[in-house]
Nanobody, 124 residues
Framework: QVQLVESGGGLVQAGGSLRLSCTVS????????MGWFRQAPGKEREFVAA??????????DYSYPLRDRFTISMDNALNTVSLQMNSLTPDDSAVYFC???????????????WGQGTQVTVSP
């Protein structure tokens, strides 16, 4: 059974940082594109960042507006994918989802496995 479990969300003041983690079981993130998405109330789910491992290199991709503040990483040994978020603003408030894509195609439709999400709230 595939499970993706996010953690690390919470309440933070504007300008602060959070580190989200996604623990993966049932599949190996080593062979997937691992992504982070977010969804704010009343808005569509949007892409945040993705990473894939093609030994010996990690390739990452970011939503352009977030690339300077967010960093995605992968720990192959622990089967985890993390998202470091810095300089947070209230606009970053959303439920953040981890997802796994078994193909080489980055399109959202190819993400087959999703976590339940973790809430991030940034206060002014």
């Amino acid at each position: 059974q595939v499970q993706l479990v996010e953690s690390g969300g919470g309440l933070v003041q504007a300008g602060g940082s959070l580190r989200l983690s996604c623990t993966v079981s049932g599949v190996s993130p080593n062979y997937h594109i691992m992504g982070w998405f977010r969804q704010a109330p009343g808005k569509e789910r949007e892409f945040v960042a993705a990473i894939r491992w093609s030994p010996p290199t990690y390739y990452s991709d970011y939503s352009y507006p977030l690339r300077d503040r967010f960093t995605i990483s992968m720990d192959n040994a622990l089967n985890t994918v993390s998202l470091q978020m810095n300089s947070l603003t209230p606009d970053d408030s959303a439920v953040y989802f981890c997802a796994a894509n078994p193909t080489a195609d980055y399109r959202v439709a190819n993400y087959l496995y999703w976590g339940q999400g973790t809430q991030v709230t940034v206060s002014p």
